[in-house]
C-alpha cells in the first residue's frame, strides 16, 4: 500500500535562505508524487507534480521537486525564500490504481522570518 | 482547472445533529472525492463519490456515517451524521476532470461540534 512520510512538521528559515521540505514515500506501483500548499483557511493549491519522465520537476513559485527512485524520496526545494511561502505544504501519492485519489503525508508548516 | 464552491463554508452544530455539506463544479468532472482533515493533521480520504451509484468508502468509514450523493457530473453532497465533538474537522471537496488528470480542491468546510 502507498504511504507518505514528511519529516519534520515545522520548518522555520529566514528569507532568502533555501527552503527544503522532505518526504519519502513507500509505493507497490511506480509511483504519481504531488506537492500541496495550505495557505491559512485556504484550500490546497498544487505546486507541482510527478508523473513520468524527467526527475526534476518545477512548479510554481519558484519551487521544484526531485525525484529519488533509489531513495524513495520527492523532497521539496526553493533556493530562497519569501515571507509568502509560509504556509503548510503537503506531499501526496496517488493510490494504487488512481491519478487523482491521493494519500497524503502530515504536512510540514513552513515558517518565513525576517 | 475547475472552480470549486463548497457551502458552508463553516457551521457551529449540535450534538447528535446531521449536516450536509456541498460541492459544487463549475464544469462537469469525471472524478469527486470527499477528505477530511482533523484539527492538525493531514487530509484523510473519506470516499469517492460515483455518478449515479453509491460512493466507494476508505477504510474506517461507513455510509450511515457519511451518506454522500452525486447526482450528476457537477454536484456532490456529503452528510456527517449523528455528529459528535470527534467530526469536529473541516471536510474538502476534491474533483479531477479525468481519470489521469490532476486533483483540485475546495476551499474546505470547518465543522465545529459542540
Known amino acids: 500500500a502507498q504511504s507518505v512520510t514528511q519529516l519534520g512538521s515545522h520548518v522555520s528559515v529566514s528569507e532568502g535562505a533555501l527552503v527544503l521540505l522532505r518526504c519519502n514515500y513507500s509505493?507497490?506501483?511506480?509511483?504519481?508524487l504531488f506537492w500541496y500548499v495550505q495557505y491559512p483557511n485556504q484550500g490546497l493549491q498544487l505546486l507541482l507534480k510527478?508523473?513520468?519522465?524527467?526527475?526534476l520537476v518545477k512548479g510554481i513559485n519558484g519551487f521544484e521537486a526531485e525525484f529519488k527512485k533509489s531513495e524513495t524520496s520527492f523532497h521539496l526545494t526553493k533556493p530562497s525564500a519569501h515571507m509568502s511561502d509560509a504556509a503548510e505544504y503537503f506531499c501526496?501519492?496517488?493510490?494504487?490504481?488512481?491519478?487523482?485519489?491521493?494519500?497524503f503525508g502530515a504536512g510540514t508548516r513552513l515558517a518565513v522570518h525576517p | 482547472s475547475a472552480v470549486i464552491s463548497q457551502k458552508p463554508s463553516r457551521d457551529i452544530c449540535q450534538r447528535g445533529t446531521s449536516l450536509t455539506i456541498q460541492c459544487q463544479v463549475d464544469?462537469?468532472?469525471?472524478?469527486m472525492f470527499w477528505y477530511r482533515q482533523q484539527p492538525g493533521q493531514s487530509l484523510t480520504l473519506i470516499a469517492t463519490?460515483?455518478?449515479?451509484?453509491?460512493?466507494?468508502?476508505e477504510s474506517g468509514f461507513v455510509i450511515d456515517k457519511f451518506p454522500i450523493s452525486r447526482p450528476n457530473l457537477t454536484f456532490s453532497t456529503l452528510t456527517v451524521s449523528n455528529m459528535s465533538p470527534e467530526d469536529s474537522s473541516i471536510y474538502l471537496c476534491?474533483?479531477?476532470?479525468?481519470?489521469?488528470?490532476?486533483?483540485?480542491f475546495g476551499q474546505g468546510t470547518r465543522l465545529t461540534v459542540v
Open positions: 510527478y508523473t513520468t519522465g524527467a526527475t
Open positions: 464544469s462537469q468532472v469525471t472524478m
Open positions: 509505493s507497490s506501483v511506480p509511483p504519481y
Open positions: 463519490a460515483n455518478q449515479g451509484s453509491e460512493a466507494t468508502y
Open positions: 501526496a501519492v496517488a493510490a494504487e490504481g488512481g491519478y487523482n485519489k491521493l494519500i
Open positions: 476534491s474533483v479531477a476532470k479525468g481519470v489521469d488528470t490532476e486533483a483540485f
